[in-house]
């Protein structure tokens, strides 16, 4: 069956997500970066994540040539950076404030996690590419996450209900 793109961005547009700044740099020592929802964790022993990227992007060359990338979990009030993050182009890190992790990645300040990874394996992804990430480091503070769902920036619900039982997670 073929499948609509229009339908597939609105299907996949219902799937609330966080948002993150992933970014590497390039065998110059270039900063390159963008903004991607299509982050998740995927084992926790060893601590392994993906990310799936446009093969499009010019960060490939950075994820190719220094075999690292950061991950920044945004914080809600923080999407001026992922709309500078979702722009193509160096110019992007032109005047931007950030910090710069222990492998010399930039870190978007003030995100809730930052997660740096060695690109572990590399799968083919129709036209994206999707990079394994072993975790090397990462740090975290609470807050409140920056959500996007159906191509638009949302927020938590400042009231929370209680928690949902069970709590526990023994997988990740
Ligand atoms: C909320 C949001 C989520 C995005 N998620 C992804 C993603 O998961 N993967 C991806 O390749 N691009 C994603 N993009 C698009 C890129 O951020 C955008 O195409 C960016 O301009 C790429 O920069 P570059 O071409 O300089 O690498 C997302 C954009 C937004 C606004």
Redesign the pocket.
Known sequence: MAIDPGDFRRALGQLA?G??V?TTRDAAGRP????????CSVSLEPPLVL????D?????DGFESSGLFAVSILAEGQEEY??R??????A?FEGAELLTSTTGLPLVPEALAHIECRVAATLPGGD?TIYLGEVLGLDVRPGRPLL?HAGA?RSLDPEPGPELGGGRRDRV
Request: aromatic share 12%; net charge positive.
């Open positions: 997500t948002v993150t992933v390159l970066g963008l903004t991607v929802s299509a982050f990310v799936s990227i446009d499009r992007s010019e960060a490939h992922s709309r993050f979702a722009t193509g182009g160096p992007k994206h996007y920036y």
